[in-house]
């Protein structure tokens, strides 16, 4: 099993930073890409970006140059640098993995961006 584990969230205003962390334990081998996802009140789960093992970044177009996703390696952790943001950001981010056709999730880590 793969465990994973958010770090970073918190409450900044508008226009504001943030840098989200996931680490991943457990049997990480064979895991291929690793994402991040989001989830506001009220609405669907969705995918804010994504990285395969061998370094390709994908980008939902409501954060394409706002966002970059990048990942350590040795410390199997994955980043999420979230700048320019905006209140409508505002949400729980989850970290996942893939593994084969097996996904992992995080708990979640809330951000709220104020106006």
């Known amino acids: 099993q793969v465990q994973l584990v958010e770090s970073g969230g918190g409450l900044v205003q508008a226009g504001g930073s943030l840098r989200l962390s996931c680490a991943a334990s457990g049997t990480i081998f064979g895991i291929r890409v690793r994402a991040w996802y989001r989830q506001a009140p009220g609405k669907q789960r969705e995918l804010v970006a994504s990285?395969?093992?061998?370094?390709?970044?994908n980008y939902a177009d409501f954060v394409k140059g706002r966002f970059t996703i990048s990942r350590d390696y040795a410390k199997n952790t994955v980043f999420l640098q979230m700048n320019s943001l905006k209140p409508e950001d505002t949400a729980v981010y989850y970290c996942?993995?893939?593994?084969?056709?097996?996904?992992?999730w995080g708990q979640g880590t809330q951000v709220t961006v104020s106006s």
């Open positions: 990285i395969t093992d061998g370094g390709i970044t």
């Open positions: 996942s993995a893939m593994k084969g056709t097996s996904r992992s």
